[in-house]
């Protein structure tokens, strides 16, 4: 990371009030996702989802990881519920900012990272993010959030 890149992240987190530490560990790209779900990854409740301790029990599942895939790449937008908290709005898919290498570093810092590990937890590959994105090529973000609603009704658990 550049010292710029590092002093701005940096810079970044101590304005939110946020440890630099998640940070200066994480891959540059993850400073797109930093910008809203925080650097430590606990999100704004009601405004931004967290990312910490949710990730690694979801990309334990199939579906799952499919579903982190295309949230990560298409995005997702409508009313979903994180911890009993609701939410509405919009993530913009990053698909067009991130080739796959970059998708699954992102994917693997937040799950090994801002994550308790999950059991039957595997890393990302640059080579699985191609096959999902091939497999939903025309995925928008309303399939997206269908493909979480399927996700969250047969596994309760990962609200």
Known sequence: MG??????????ALLLGQSSLALAQAPEEYGRCAA???????????????????LAPIASLPDGREYLVLV??????GPITVADVP???MMPGQGGALDSAATAKI???VATELNVSAAGWQPFTA???DRVLAKNADADVNQVLNLRQALFAQ?????
């Open 3 to 12: 010292m710029l890149k590092l002093l701005s992240a940096a810079l970044t």
């Open 36 to 54: 809203c779900h925080l650097p430590d990854g606990a999100g704004l409740p009601g405004v931004f989802p967290p990312l910490k301790d949710r």
């Open 72 to 77: 990560v790449s298409r995005g997702l937008a």
């Open 87 to 89: 939410y509405f709005g």
């Open 107 to 109: 994917l693997n810092f």
């Open 127 to 129: 080579e699985e993010v």
């Open 155 to 159: 596994n309760p658990e990962l609200q």
